[in-house]
């Protein structure tokens, strides 16, 4: 049940780069049926609100509740969540709330501005956002951690007010969640899911304020209805399953690399994990660690479907063959299991975050090292940036000119709006240039 026929592949090989295509394909086709589905729900909310929300969350959650203020989780409730928790995981989630948030506060961006020869002012003004939501799994996929990493650049950016969403089907809690929301300054909690959560954020009901971004992650259901409402609001991203590349010279434990791989492959089936490195006998290794651990795990058939339906180990010519590669495939998560990964990091190009040497497994990315852990999936590294302070910031432009410079420049503008064929530009910019006849 747990046998694993991983694809082999070498970068010598002809059809390489075909081979290569097909590993990485991954369908994300509409489903339209739920696709129909999403449309429905978010058209109920928009139109009902609250009485819709609470129509869909009995329907879908199992949970009937008299009014939505019974599905407002209270502060109290939440501060009860972090006092019962195990000191153990309180104190982890504190250690890594510390680290994200230090992290994250040298990214903030501040407002800038100069003055040019003429005394015109230019610049930009960076503001945060005013309200954001983050959509948080819940029932039996409980992500604490997503909390942290969504929340807290949040907070760190200067939003004013963080909403959270987690559904809590038939009424089930997950303290861990609730906890991790109060250590991140989260303001408001809603235990909705779905859909219709998301239709809550994006459009506001009686209750439910709307929201200007909506960030985190959810199933088809939510991804699809985040894909709906974008342009209403702003998203994070659309993510696809969760990937992993390691590239390694062949001198790393072949266990720990077959673990890493495993790290990925047992979110879902639908996972890739990949290892690329110029040593074959080293990928012979690896194979027959992943032969000899996957019976050990808890998460044994995700693993070994993940690995045989999307996994490869892959033969290359040196590292710079390997950094090639991995730049074709811009992975979310690319470590550098190497003796000086510094070095072959100045080679990479694409991947959502570059995990370096072999101490730094990947999970503790995921946790606790400090960068976001909302990462671009699918190839998507080729021209977005993981999850930070600047999504929840925006920018706007300073201009300020003095009357020299309005002289100045306006017969600049003058002349460039005639050409476009736009008068009124080019009249008010010429009102403002000094008559010196």
Known sequence: MN?????????????????????????????????????HILSEVKLRGDQA????????????????????????????????????????????????????QRQKQDSWQYQDGDGTVLGQKVTPL?????????????????????????KVAGVSEVIMVVPTPAGVVNDMVLAAAVIAGVDR??????????????????????V??????????????????????????????????????????PDWIAM????????????????????????????????KLVPTMERAEIIAQSLSDRGALIQVK???????????????????SVEDPQALAENIRHAGAIF????????????CAGPNHVLPTSGTARFSSPLGVYDFQKRSSLIGFSAAGAHRMGQVASVLARGEGLTAHARSAEYRIKDES
Request: proline residues 4%; hydrophobic residues 45%; negative net charge.
């Open 356 to 367: 370096m040497g072999r101490y730094t497994a990947e999970a503790l990315g995921d946790y």
């Open 53 to 104: 929300v609470l129509e869909f969350t009995a329907k879908f959650d199992q949970l009937e509740v008299a009014s939505m203020a019974d599905l407002e989780m209270s502060i109290t409730r939440m501060e009860l969540a972090l006092e019962r928790i195990p000191a153990e995981q309180r104190e982890a989630l504190e250690a890594a709330a510390e680290r994200i948030r230090d992290y994250h």
């Open 130 to 154: 005013d309200r954001v939501g983050i959509y948080v799994p819940g029932g039996k996929a409980a992500y604490p951690s997503s909390v942290l990493m969504n929340a807290i650049p949040a």
């Open 212 to 253: 200007d971004k909506i960030v985190g992650p959810g199933n088809i259901f939510v991804a699809t209805a985040k894909r709906e409402v974008f342009g209403t609001v702003g998203i994070d991203m659309i993510a696809g399953p969760s990937e992993i590349l390691v590239i390694c010279d062949g001198n790393t434990d």
């Open 260 to 291: 890493d791989l495993f790290s990925q492959a047992e979110h879902d089936e639908q996972a890739q994990s990949i290892l690329v490195s110029p040593d074959g006998a080293f990928l012979d290794a690896v194979e027959a660690s992943i032969r």
């Open 318 to 336: 040196d590292l710079d063959e390997a950094a090639k590669v991995s730049n074709r495939i811009a992975p979310e998560h690319l470590e550098l």
């Open 189 to 210: 909690v809603f235990t909705l899911g779905g859909a219709q959560a998301v239709g809550a954020l994006a459009y506001g009901t009686e209750t439910v304020p709307a």
């Open 3 to 39: 046998d694993v026929s991983i694809t082999r592949l070498s970068a010598s090989d002809a059809g390489f780069d075909d081979a290569l295509s097909r590993l990485l394909a991954w369908e994300d086709s509409v489903d339209h049926q739920v696709n129909e589905s999403v449309r």
